[in-house]
């Protein structure tokens, strides 16, 4: 059961985008483990930084190319060294472990949720 209703109106306040990795490297000054990506959101968006806890299940060679979905309207996060300037999003599994949200197809750099 959700938490809490919404509006559709609360909910276009959201802005998730898709976006391509771009670089992603390993992220040691971080509490829990995590990588940094470098995504870009297109050219109305640009090049992102996202702090993501996904080192169960993905590397940083396997990323760069893949398309995310990212909430692209949150106020930067000063996460250690890094801003991290968008929230990446993904589930937990059976075994809470974080999986990637993403869309089945390619979707063009920037396209929102709707």
């Known amino acids: 059961m ?18 391509t990795i771009v670089e992603a490297e390993p992220f040691p000054e971080a509490r829990k ?8 959101f297109g050219p109305e968006i640009g090049v992102k930084k996202s702090s993501a806890q996904i080192t169960d299940y993905y590397g940083c060679e396997m990323l760069v190319g893949r398309q995310v979905m990212a909430v692209v309207n949150f106020e930067p996060r000063q996460i250690g060294p ?22 089945d197809r390619a979707i063009p750099d920037g396209h929102r949720l709707i």
Not at 2 to 19: L, M
Not at 85 to 91: A, N, Q, Y
């Open 82 to 103: 890094i801003k991290s300037e968008v929230l990446t999003l993904g589930f937990k599994d059976e075994a809470g472990l974080i999986v990637l949200a993403g869309a």
């Open 2 to 19: 959700a938490d809490e209703t919404i509006s559709f109106e609360d909910f276009r306040k959201v802005d998730i985008r898709v976006g």
């Open 33 to 40: 483990p995590a990588l940094i990506l470098k995504i870009d």
